[in-house]
Structure formats: structure tokens, C-alpha cells
């Protein structure tokens, strides 16, 4: 499955965007789905992950009550709804689809989406 990230921009602290995943093969739909991160010198931090029927989810602690992660199977596409926004969560945002909520870091990644919050 190819996976395409969308939706990163400048935006100031406290505001919000949302990041989409859109795939092309009629099997992502069977796959679990998580957002990651990555700033500049530091390593990839899991965000959150949405299982395949879209009823479980998994958020990092920094961003719980902050961010959704949810699905549209008739769209192919997963959404990262991202409020109150922090400095600190300027990054490169990368999805990935696996077999479970487990497993996505091991299956296949899209390219990465900018998201740079001002102070």
C-alpha cells in the first residue's frame, strides 16, 4: 500500500490543522494506521494509531486530549485532527500502515508532512 501525508503548515501556538493519510490500494482499509513524528535531532515518536475497524485507538501521552486520529474507509483516508497545538510539536509527521495497532512502525510509510507551531 502507498501511503501519501497531507495537511502540515505553519500555524501559531493554540491553533490547529489536520493531517490526512490517503492510500491507493483497495486493502488499506484491512490495515491499522498510526502517526509519527520526528523533529530535528530527535528520533521518531509515535503519535497516535487507529486499528483497522477504526473502533480502537492509541494516542502518546503528549498528546492525548489534544489530538484524533480517525478513519474514513470510503475516502481511503486517515485523519490527525491536532488542536491546542505546541511549540513543541513542531515536526515532520510521517503515517504508516501495518497489520495492528502493534505493528505499524514495521509496515509501510508514507513521505512526511511539515508542522511547525510559532511561539
Known amino acids: 500500500v502507498q501511503l501519501q501525508a497531507s495537511g502540515g503548515g505553519l500555524v501559531q501556538a493554540g491553533g490547529y490543522l489536520r493531517l490526512s493519510c490517503a492510500a491507493s490500494g483497495r486493502t488499506f482499509n484491512s490495515y491499522a494506521v498510526g502517526w509519527f513524528r520526528q523533529a530535528p535531532g530527535k528520533g521518531r515518536e509515535f503519535v497516535a494509531a487507529?486499528?483497522?475497524?477504526?473502533?480502537?485507538?492509541d494516542y502518546a501521552d503528549s498528546v492525548k486530549g489534544r489530538f484524533t486520529i480517525s478513519r474514513d474507509k470510503s475516502k481511503n483516508t486517515v485523519y490527525l485532527q491536532m488542536n491546542s497545538l505546541k511549540p513543541e510539536d513542531t515536526a515532520n509527521y510521517y503515517c504508516?500502515?501495518?497489520?495492528?495497532?502493534?505493528?505499524?512502525?514495521?509496515?509501510?510509510w508514507g513521505q512526511g508532512t511539515q508542522v511547525t507551531v510559532s511561539s
Open positions: 487507529v486499528s483497522w475497524t477504526g473502533s480502537t485507538t
Open positions: 504508516a500502515a501495518g497489520s495492528t495497532i502493534a505493528t505499524v512502525a514495521r509496515g509501510s
